[in-house]
């Protein structure tokens, strides 16, 4: 499922804030909720203890697996996919005066798009990843 949320700056209380709703309201009972994040610099599980107390922020991560998008390598990038359909078929060339109205096209758009089920459809694989990256993976001797 993907789900996108946009804030007017971004920092860690509200980070930790959005976790929290995330694992609370939106998947109070999975067991663990995977998280693909871009490398920003407030996007670390430290936002849990900067917005909760220690036991609440520690119980939270514990339901997390966390996945930060590459740094470099934007083209194997699902999330750029995702971003650049959202931003064709939800947001267009219009104006948005505000984020709660954001918020709510966001919603609606992300509901639909996850009802649907769309797939990426890879052709880079594992194999032809090894040949053309190959400086990038470890030389085991």
């Given amino acids: ?3 996108f949320a946009s804030t ?4 860690k209380n509200r980070l930790g804030s959005s976790i929290h709703w ?3 309201e939106q998947y109070p009972k999975a ?5 693909v994040m871009d490398n920003l610099n407030t996007h670390t599980i430290s936002s849990l203890y900067e917005a909760f107390p220690p036991e609440d922020a520690f119980r939270l991560a514990q339901r997390l697996e966390i996945h930060y998008t590459p740094k470099h390598g ?5 999330a750029e996919v995702e971003l650049a359909a959202m931003a064709a078929q939800c947001l267009g060339q219009r104006r948005i005066p505000n984020l709660t109205i954001m ?14 089920q769309k797939g990426v459809d ?3 694989t594992t194999a032809d ?5 190959k400086r990038l993976y470890p030389l085991i001797m």
């Avoid at 007017?8 to 920092?11: A, C, L, V, Y």
């Avoid at 067991?31 to 998280?35: N, S």
């Avoid at 990843?129 to 990256?133: E, F, Q």
């Fill in 103 to 116: 918020n709510t096209e966001l919603a609606a758009w992300h509901t639909q798009r996850n009802r649907k």
């Fill in 22 to 24: 995330l694992l609370t």
């Fill in 74 to 78: 934007s083209w194997l990038n699902i």
């Fill in 8 to 11: 007017s700056t971004p920092d």
């Fill in 31 to 35: 067991e663990k909720v995977v998280l």
């Fill in 122 to 124: 890879w052709q880079f």
């Fill in 129 to 133: 990843a090894r040949i053309k990256l």
């Fill in 1 to 3: 499922m993907a789900l």
